[in-house]
Every structure is written in C-alpha cells, then in structure tokens.
C-alpha cells in the first residue's frame, strides 16, 4: 500500500524545518522587535504556524524563525510551485498578466537599449516574452531555481537559462558583468539574504547598467485591513519584506544612483479577490459556489479601484530603477 510523505512539524523548538528564533533584526540588527502576523500556510493547510516579525526601528519585516535550507526545498517542490500558480490563475488571468508584463516593459523602454538583459525569478519567462516586443535588439536570459527556465528556453522565450539562484556559489562569478538590465519582479522576499542577493545582482551588471527590483510593499493599507489573508504576505514563501526606504539605502550603499521609484504601475490590483481566494481555498464546494457573486464582486472591485488605490496608500507593491554606478 503506498504511503505518503510525513508532514513536517513546524512548531516543535528543535525543528529540523526551522532555524532559531533570533532576537534581532536581520537588517539593522535592532533587538526593538514585535509580532506582525502569526498565520498557518494559508494555501495548504499544513499543521504549523509562521511568524512575521516587524523591527520597530527599521520597519523591514521578516520570518522569524525563518525556514532552513530543507525547509525551504521543502515547501518549493514543484508540486507546490502548480499548485501556487493554479491559485494565481484564479485571481489573474493570462491575458491581465500579459498586460501587467507590457505595461512594465513600456514603461523600462525608456532605458537605453540594452544589449543583454536577465530576469532574476523568470518562472516561465512571460516578462522576456512581452519585453522582446519593446526591445527587438536585446538578447533576454532568464535565472530561476524551478525547472520553468528550461521549458521557456526551449519554447524560446529566454537564449540562455540558469537554473538555480544568483547567490548559489559560482553563479555570480561565472555571469560577472554579463548584463546591461537585471530585473528581479517579487523575487527579493523569497531570498534568505536580500543583501547578498543584491550583491550577486550588481556583480552580473555591467557598470552604468541598470538593476530593476520590484518588491511588495509591507506599508501597504491593505496588510493592516486584511490580516493574514493579504495575498503578499505569502507564508511560509515569503521571508522578508523591504520596505522602501531601506532597500533605497541599501542600494546607496553597494554604489547605486536610485532613478525612479514606482508605485502606481507596480501595484496588482488583485489584494480583495485574493484575500476571499485565500479564505475559502479549503471550503466545501458548496459554499464556494454559494460565494461566487462575493467573488466577482470582490474581483470588479479590485479592477475599478485600481486606478485610485495605486495612487494611494493601498498601493500593494512598488518598484525601484537604480543605476550601478562607475568607479
């Protein structure tokens, strides 16, 4: 009779899925500490709860205990990363993505075109896909740690695929000033060390070239109104959440000149139907029959606020176009 893998524990102090609770904060080492969310996987269900701790001093908000290397492999096999993207495909469709990728690329097309260009986190390289119309002369690569890179070279929409993360050891070095565009689209708050995954971006750049970080924003209204069913919240996936003026200072610091900061277009205006997606992910077929007029109302709700609400507080994500500075 075929068994079926043991769910990991998540809550047990020594838990081989956790590293130790640390007392301070991982970004300016402040031990001013305090609790912002305690939720379960909200998708899967699985026993344990994931912790959200916030730095009073900074506001940069990370997973604490934060999940260790197997854990993490653990809760990103392929099996997970379906049935996150059949989620997606519930509160997006493909044709509002494809818009949301040309959108973004016409608004980079003011950059000077660039000869090559990576995509940190490329999953299926829908953003090359679109940008090729925006840039006909740019050669696109794509970098991401599924096997979605490979599928989408061989479909031809990257000429070259990484699999893996700029950080694994060699990666960096081997792409050492490769790139005149890096962009990295909700990519930095999956890393273990943003910090370290901004330094292996600015070593693939070419000086003058430009890094493009587009991130959730943890100052977003809708965190505070939605609670744990706030889609960007994404536990146990997600591990760190930046705020702006604190990757803006970082940036600063590795030798960056911060362009152009953008909340409007980097807002996804999907926080009402996903946060009511997320709810009633395990409920009975029939109350989530029962709940499809909530549904399309939440989902025409999003859509018609969006024009107002990116320009607002309420804006769920922004991005940030720096330049990496000669020297």
């Avoid at 939720?39 to 997973?63: I, M, S, Y």
């Avoid at 509160?91 to 949301?100: K, M």
């Avoid at 997600?238 to 807002?267: I, K, Q, W, Y």
Wanted: hydrophobic share 40%.
């Amino acid at each position: 009779m075929p068994t079926t893998p043991l769910t990991p524990q998540i809550t047990t102090p020594h838990d081989p899925f956790q590293e130790p609770r640390r007392e301070d904060c991982p970004w300016c080492g402040s031990r001013s500490l305090r609790t912002r969310l305690r939720a379960p996987d909200p998708l899967r269900h699985r026993p344990g709860t994931f912790v959200l701790d916030e730095c009073r001093e900074c506001a940069h908000a990370f997973q604490n205990p934060r999940l260790t290397a197997e854990g993490f492999a653990f809760f990103h096999r392929d099996f997970y990363e379906r049935q996150l993207e059949e989620f997606a495909a519930r509160i997006q469709t493909a044709e509002a993505v494809r818009r949301r990728h040309r959108a973004t690329a016409w608004r980079l097309s003011a950059l000077r075109e660039p000869e090559s260009w990576l995509d940190v986190g490329t999953g299926h390289a829908r953003f090359p896909e679109a940008a090729k119309e925006f840039f006909p002369y740019t050669s696109f690569d794509g970098l991401d740690p599924t096997a979605r890179v490979e599928q989408a070279l061989l479909e031809g929409r990257v000429e070259e695929a990484h699999r893996g993360c700029l950080t694994t050891p060699g990666t960096a070095a081997r792409l050492r000033a490769r790139y005149d565009v890096v962009t990295m689209f909700h990519h930095l708050q999956h890393a273990p060390d943003p910090r370290a995954e901004l330094r292996a971006a600015l070593t693939v750049l070419r000086p003058g070239g430009h890094l493009v970080v587009e991130v959730p924003d943890p100052r977003c209204l809708f965190a505070t109104l939605l609670g744990r069913w706030w889609l960007p919240y994404g536990q146990p996936r997600h591990l760190h959440l930046v705020p702006h003026a604190n990757l803006c200072a970082e940036l600063a610091s590795l030798g960056c000149t911060v362009l152009l900061t953008d909340r409007t277009t980097a807002h996804v205006p999907h926080d009402l139907s996903a946060a009511l997606c997320l709810a009633l992910a395990h409920a009975h077929p029939v109350v989530q029959l029962a709940a499809t007029p909530v549904l399309d109302l939440a989902y025409a709700l999003d859509r018609v606020l969006a024009p107002l609400l990116r320009r607002t507080p309420f804006a769920n994500a922004y991005r940030i176009v720096a330049r990496k500075d000669a020297r």
